[in-house]
């Protein structure tokens, strides 16, 4: 049984950061595809950022340039960490491991950027 638990959001002001970590219950392994999504009301839930092999990157056009999806040396940690934070960033944020027919989810954190 796979488990990730996200923790890290919060309330925070525009132009503020955070780091979003997301922890698993399996050694995070570079044939694994780990990814940060988010989705806010009324939107879509929507890639943020992809993490491929342990070293290939993929962002939205959104968030290119501010946020950051990084894995820790022990494996068993993905990171997002958000920049230059926007109020359309709002969001619940989710983690994501994906692998073949494996397809795992947390529970996800809320990140409300508001003045």
């Known amino acids: 049984q796979v488990q990730l638990v996200e923790s890290g959001g919060g309330l925070v002001q525009p132009g503020g950061s955070l780091r979003l970590s997301c922890a698993a219950s399996?050694?995070?392994?570079?044939?694994?595809?780990m990814g940060w999504y988010r989705q806010a009301p009324g939107n879509e839930r929507e890639l943020v950022a992809e993490?491929?092999?342990?070293?290939?990157?993929n962002y939205a056009e959104s968030v290119k340039g501010r946020f950051t999806i990084s894995r820790d040396n022990g494996k068993k940690f993905v990171y997002l960490d958000m920049n230059n934070l926007k109020p359309e960033d709002t969001g619940v944020y989710y983690c994501?491991?994906?692998?073949?027919?494996?397809?795992?989810w947390g529970q996800g954190t809320q990140v409300t950027v508001s003045s």
């Open positions: 399996v050694t995070i392994f570079n044939l694994y595809t």
């Open positions: 993490l491929t092999n342990g070293v290939t990157t």
């Open positions: 994501n491991l994906r692998r073949g027919q494996l397809d795992i």
